[in-house]
């Protein structure tokens, strides 16, 4: 286990994204890990001009517009 500051975070998951290499993130409960990738991945899915998502937030209807057309959104 590595242990890394939040800019360090955050520069590995860039990294992981733009290499399609998977990253294994490891922490107790509240030190930020979903945080991070809340503040990350909006920048990355608009500069795929798609729509970031939470999919645990959208409701029935918006789920079945998502599957329907992936390509609009940046789905977490």
Request: proline residues 8%.
């Amino acid at each position: 286990m590595l242990p890394v500051t939040v800019d360090e975070y955050a520069d590995m998951l860039k990294v992981s994204w733009r290499t399609k290499s998977p990253l294994m993130t490891y922490g107790p409960p509240g030190v930020g890990k979903s945080d991070i990738i809340r503040q990350v991945f909006p920048n990355i899915a608009e500069s795929m001009d798609r729509k970031f998502v939470e999919w645990a937030h959208l409701t029935h209807s918006e789920k079945i517009d998502a599957i329907r057309q992936p390509d609009k959104l940046f789905i977490l």
